[in-house]
C-alpha cells in the first residue's frame, strides 16, 4: 500500500511539473516568438518581432514592440499588445484583457470573445461576427463592426492632434456597423469621419457625426 501510494505521489509531482513547464514565460529582445498548436505558456514578450500563437494554445498575454502578432483558431489568451504592428486573430478566439496597438491594423474573425477593449491610434478595426466587451477605441483608423458582432462600451475617437505643417488632403476616416450589429454604449467622435449604419443594426447614442443609412451588404463607396 505505501509503496503504491509513493508511485502515485511520484506520478502526481511530475504532472505537476509538466504543466508549470508548459506555462513558461518567454521574453525575447530581438527575435519573434512562435507558440505550437495546443501550447501552454505565460507571459510573451518581445521587442523586436513577432509573436506567432497556435491553434487552440493558451497564453496569458502576449506584447511587442515592433512586430505583430498572430492568433490561431480557437486559442485562448489574455492581453494582446503592440506598438509598431497589426494584430490578426482567427475564429472563435478568446481574448480575456484588452487588444491594442499603436500603428496597426485589428482583424478578429467570425466567433471572437474579447474581454476588454479594442484599441488602435492609427490603424484600421475589423470585427465579424464578434463580441467586444470593452468598447472600441481609435483616433485615425477606420473602423468596421461587421455583421453580426456586438461591442459593449461603446465606439470612441479621440480627438486628432492636427500637425503643425499639413501636406495634402486631410483623410476622413470610414465607420461602418454592419448588418445586424449592435453597439451598446454612446458612439463618441472628437474628429470628423463619415458614418455608416445598416438598417438592421443597433446603436447607442451618436455624437459628433450624422448617421448615413444603408440596407445594402456593404455601404457605398465614398
Known amino acids: 500500500m505505501i509503496r503504491n501510494r509513493l508511485a502515485l505521489a ?30 501552454q505558456y505565460g507571459s510573451l514578450d518581445t521587442v523586436n518581432g513577432g509573436i506567432d500563437i497556435g491553434a487552440n494554445a493558451r497564453v496569458e498575454s502576449a506584447e511587442t514592440v515592433n512586430g505583430g502578432i498572430e492568433v490561431g483558431a480557437r486559442a485562448h489568451t489574455g ?45 484600421a478595426i475589423g470585427l465579424v461576427d464578434t463580441d467586444v466587451s470593452g ?23 479621440s480627438k486628432q492632434n492636427r500637425p503643425f505643417i499639413s501636406i495634402g488632403k486631410r483623410r476622413i476616416p470610414r465607420v461602418i456597423i454592419g448588418p445586424n450589429a449592435r453597439v451598446d454604449g454612446p458612439l463618441r467622435f472628437e474628429r470628423e469621419v463619415v458614418l455608416y449604419v445598416h438598417s438592421t443594426a443597433k446603436t447607442g447614442a451618436i455624437t459628433g457625426a450624422t448617421a448615413v443609412r444603408f440596407d445594402t451588404p456593404m455601404p457605398p463607396e465614398q
Open 10 to 39: 511520484l506520478v502526481l509531482a511530475c504532472a505537476s511539473l509538466s504543466v508549470h513547464a508548459d506555462e513558461r514565460d518567454v521574453s525575447k529582445v530581438n527575435s519573434g516568438i512562435d507558440v505550437e498548436a495546443g501550447g
Open 79 to 123: 492581453t494582446l499588445e503592440t506598438v509598431n504592428g497589426g494584430i490578426r486573430i482567427d475564429e472563435n478566439v478568446t481574448t480575456t484583457g484588452d487588444v491594442s496597438t499603436v500603428n496597426g491594423g485589428i482583424f478578429v474573425a467570425r466567433g471572437g470573445n474579447i474581454g476588454g477593449k479594442v484599441e488602435t491610434v492609427n490603424g
Open 135 to 157: 468598447g472600441i477605441e481609435t483616433v485615425n483608423g477606420d473602423v468596421t463592426v461587421g455583421v453580426g458582432s456586438h461591442v459593449h462600451g461603446g465606439v470612441h475617437y
